[in-house]
């Protein structure tokens, strides 16, 4: 069962800048994440939504190869590809999956200017090594869906009170 944290950060790029180490530690096999987003609060007030993953890209590509695949069996080949393309990136641009997009707003709307927020949808992890690989950007555990217990010893681990 996949867990959701959200952590936030006393700067605008912080997040982005975690997200960038999170990435490293999946390369390690030490996280594994089924999504993630960033947000950033201005100085002018306005939250901004950045999604770790494009789903049009990937519905396109998906698209484009069975598109192509459909057309060469009818010898149509191009129109089979662009239809397919077109097909599958509209699917991606409407498909929500993952981390909900109200709440990531919601929770963006509620951190101050200048701050960021960090939302980790994590499949599995191995929690001590991903603890020590991100303790160094002081993050705050603003949200889970962790047990009380659990969130209690991640606030912990990161020296919130």
Same mark, same amino acid.
């Given at each position: 069962m *996949?867990?959701?944290?959200? !952590?936030? &950060?006393?700067?605008? /790029?912080?997040?982005?800048?975690? $997200?960038?180490?999170?990435?490293? !530690?999946?390369?390690?096999?030490?996280?594994? %994440?089924?999504d +993630?987003?960033?947000?950033?609060?201005?100085?002018?007030?306005?939250?901004?939504?950045?999604? +770790?993953?494009?789903?049009?890209g990937?519905?396109?590509?998906? /698209?484009? &190869?069975?598109?192509? $695949? #459909?057309?060469? !069996?009818?010898f149509?080949?191009?129109?089979?590809?662009?239809? /397919?393309? %077109?097909? =599958?990136?509209? =699917?991606?641009? &409407?498909?929500?999956i993952? #981390?909900?997009?109200?709440?990531?707003?919601?929770? =963006?709307? *509620? #951190?101050?200017?200048?701050? *960021?927020? $960090?939302? %980790?949808?994590?499949?599995?992890?191995?929690?001590?090594?991903?603890?020590?690989? $991100?303790?160094?950007?002081?993050?705050?555990? #603003?949200? @889970? @869906?962790?047990?009380?217990?659990?969130? +209690?010893?991640?606030?912990d681990?990161?020296?919130? +009170?």
């Amino acid at each position: 069962m *996949s867990q959701l944290v959200v !952590l936030k &950060f006393d700067k605008e /790029g912080t997040a982005q800048e975690v $997200l960038g180490e999170v990435g490293a !530690l999946q390369k390690q096999n030490l996280i594994t %994440l089924e999504d +993630a987003a960033t947000v950033t609060r201005q100085a002018d007030g306005k939250p901004k939504v950045k999604q +770790a993953t494009s789903l049009v890209g990937a519905g396109a590509l998906g /698209g484009a &190869f069975w598109g192509m $695949l #459909i057309g060469l !069996l009818f010898f149509m080949p191009f129109l089979g590809l662009a239809a /397919g393309a %077109l097909g =599958g990136a509209l =699917g991606g641009k &409407f498909e929500d999956i993952g #981390i909900d997009d109200d709440f990531i707003k919601q929770v =963006g709307s *509620s #951190i101050q200017p200048g701050q *960021s927020a $960090l939302f %980790l949808l994590i499949r599995e992890a191995t929690p001590d090594r991903v603890i020590e690989a $991100l303790k160094q950007y002081h993050p705050e555990v #603003i949200h @889970s @869906s962790l047990t009380a217990e659990q969130e +209690a010893k991640l606030k912990d681990a990161f020296g919130q +009170a």
